[in-house]
Each structure stands twice: as C-alpha cells, then as structure tokens.
C-alpha cells in the first residue's frame, strides 16, 4: 500500500511560496521545483486556498502566494487543510464473532493508533513552514 504524499507536497508547495515571499507565482513554476505536473499542484493549493493559507489568481496574470506568514503556518495547519486529520485508519470491515482475533483487533489498533495520532499531530504542530526553510 503506497503512502500518501499529498502533505509533503504541500509542505514543498507553501515553502516555495514563503521563499519568493510576496510574488504571486504560477503553478508551473511551483510545479518545477516539486517536479510533478501543475495540475496536482493546483488541486493541493485549491485546498490550501480553502483554508486560508495561500491566496490565487486565475487566468495569465494570476498564481499563488503565500496568504499567512510562514512562522504562523504549521505542518499540522497543511494536514488539515488536505482533509487529512487522521493519520491512520482501520478498515471498516464487520468483525467476525468466529475470531477471537478479529474480535478485539478494532479495539486494540483503535488503542494505539490513538496515540501515536497524538503524537504525530503533536510533532506536526511544532513544524512550521518558517521551519521547512531554516533547517
């Protein structure tokens, strides 16, 4: 199962973005540094946009720049932005009474996805974009 890369993209969108601070850029040039096609870079800032993180224009003159300051901006902020909240999920498949197993397997992964959730969201609270281009 592949893992989710839109987060890291977008962390690589909003750091150009604080880089060029002020200019309005399209998202062909965002799309260069990323090295994927515009289009995905156009989906992840219309979420970003969204959610008040970016500002973007459309049509020749228009593009994106960065709407807050970078040091304001966390991973977690982008993560939420994206609608990925959650971290980790369980599937939603009917437990089978026959399986002693399947019976507390929700409950017990339910347990520790919790706090390794918290975790996560607690360290990707820390990070900031201002972060992303000091380190």
Do not use: Y
Not at 4 to 19: D, E, F, T, Y
Not at 53 to 81: F, H, T
Not at 112 to 131: C, H, P
């Amino acid at each position: 199962m592949a893992a989710n890369s839109r987060l890291a993209v977008a962390a690589h969108i909003v750091a150009v973005l604080a880089s060029r601070e002020g200019e309005s850029l399209p998202s062909g040039t965002i799309a260069a540094s990323v090295n994927t096609n515009p289009v995905v870079i156009r989906r992840i800032l219309a979420a970003l946009a969204k959610a008040g993180i970016v500002e973007s224009g459309r049509g020749k003159s228009g593009g994106s720049k960065l709407k807050r300051c970078p040091d304001e901006v966390s991973l977690w902020d982008l993560s939420a932005a994206l609608g990925e909240d959650h971290l980790f999920a369980i599937h939603r498949n009917p437990e089978n009474p026959r399986c002693a197993v399947s019976c507390r397997m929700k409950k017990v992964l339910g347990e520790a996805f919790a706090g390794a959730e918290k975790a996560a969201q607690d360290r990707l609270r820390k990070v900031s974009v201002k972060d992303l281009l000091t380190e």
